[in-house]
């Protein structure tokens, strides 16, 4: 893979300034990455900006699946819910080092709004809309083999389970990796830089006035059309831009906490019904952590000041206890909170949960597509329709030179099934090749696929002897445009949300080692740490409320 580095920024930039573009895209959220990539594959000119780092905004803070979303078929949004599980199967293709299978348990009590039968064909109605291709089909379990698999769960009035298949993945991994192979197929990306206003002529979109977040350097982007995928800010840049703009938006709020996984001992995916909001609220083992998740709220604030309050810790605290009276859960065994914007679309639905998870594209005749609304796990179908909404602002002879996008291949071939599979072979190779550990080299091999072999090769050449978070470190430097140590800490790795130290332990060496590629002086080494610690403390600051309750 083309290298994706803060030098590769620099060069992109310079593109910027001096080049024309066919599509100019404001966002690097996936829905922006996914933008990218499509038109790339085309053989489209593309530019994308995003104003913070990549998969800063709703992208890094959902809940981390890739479903179809079993609950939808009680608003009987079957479109939706068949769109998604199509998309789910691609995914499992796409991206298999960051999209993993994963069961689901939904417990049903005697007092569930929804019954065992109804819940049965609503399971048979998942599993057919998947048309059958689920990693695995839906099962019933009884009340002992739902407690034999899930021993935590509380037993009171418990009449069995269903069992189904749904995915994790990693949310902001994934939109990196979809940028770099927009990257590859040569688009022109570039993290830290933001749409201040617009350049119009005759009534028309014609240029982007630009602002280097990271020098303050103010500079043009010219294109023929221009897309937004900006997310719950996809309202407020229409403004920016267009000046009149009547708003699509209905933001809500969503939290999760995360916890260890030996404080809830999870074997699969367990879904709370919080019956008395008709929501569902998932408990979600991952390699590294707990995930608990979502709430549904109405928000109307700058996106950029959400944060968990203590009404949604004890929100999800509660329904936790109702499902696992035992495990004693209390506020002190959050590691960490994160909350993000859902950017739905308003469609004059009662409540937030009901309001629908469909996407909208709207093509303006001043230039500009305007895309928002949709879930994560359907991005790649909703780029095909943005891209192809872009279209009829060509002239019919430049449309003939685009060819049909090429999406269905692996995002990074390295990183393909049959790559992982033959990394899987080598974990042996290196026992006496490398000083490196055992575990780091396996580590890698399943984080990076093939990718990881000149890691190590590398690595073993100089002898240095790195931890896997400093070798994890330099290849987020050398590919992913990892600028500043908030973007390792929070969207590179799980460290944030997965330790009990939010990996503060390590950061310095971290940081020694950012401050040797990026050549950052001692002041911004120390302004740097102190940034990760001033968001570990926002995010955190529910905890105030603790002490004073
Ligand atoms: P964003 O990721 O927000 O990206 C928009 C980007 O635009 C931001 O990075 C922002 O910085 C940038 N931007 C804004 N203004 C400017 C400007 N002026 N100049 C340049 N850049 C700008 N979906 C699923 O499929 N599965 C799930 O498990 C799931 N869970 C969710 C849980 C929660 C709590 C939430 C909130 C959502 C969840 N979703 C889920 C939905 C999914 O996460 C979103 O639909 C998706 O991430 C939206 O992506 P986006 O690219 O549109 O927006």
Known sequence: MKTFSFLDRKKNIQQIKNDFFDLAIIG????????A????????????VEAEDFAFGTSSRSSKLIHGGIRYLENLDFHLVFEALSERK??????????????FVLPIYKNSRVGMFKMGLGMWLYDALSLFQAPKLHERWGKKETLFHVPMLNNNDLCGSYVYSDAYMDDDRLVIETLRSANELGACCTNYVKVISSEMKEGRLVGLNLKDQINNELFTLKAHHFISTAGPWSDQLAQTLLKKWQSRLRPSKGIHITLKKERLTLPQAVVMAADKDKRIVFAIPRHEMVIIGTTDTDY???????????????????????????????ANDILMSYAGIRPLVKDGSATEGTTSREHLIISDSRNLTWVAGGKYTTYRKMA???VKATLKFFPKEKQSLFKKSETLNPLNPLASKESLLRAHLLKNKWKNETHLSQEIVENLLEQH????????????KTKQNLSIWEIE??????????????DFFLRRTPLILSQADHGLSIIDPISQLFTQELCWSE???????QKVKDYINNELAWKKSLKTN
């Open 523 to 529: 002041n911004e080494r120390l302004e740097q740490i």
């Open 300 to 330: 109307s604030e700058d996106p950029h000041l959400v944060r968990s309050e203590i009404d949604d810790i004890n929100y999800l605290l509660k329904i936790t206890d109702e499902y696992f009276p035992g495990a004693k859960l209390q």
């Open 384 to 386: 095909e329709d943005s």
């Open 473 to 486: 470190a330099k290849f987020a430097i050398e590919n992913t445009m990892c600028l500043n140590l908030l």
């Open 449 to 460: 696929g093939l990718e990881a072999v000149s890691l190590i090769e590398k690595c073993s």
């Open 90 to 103: 691609k995914l499992f293709e796409l991206a298999p080092h960051l999209v993993h299978p994963l069961r």
């Open 28 to 35: 690097g959220g996936i829905n922006g990455a996914g933008v």
């Open 37 to 48: 990539r499509n038109a790339a594959s085309r053989g489209m000119k593309v530019a994308l």
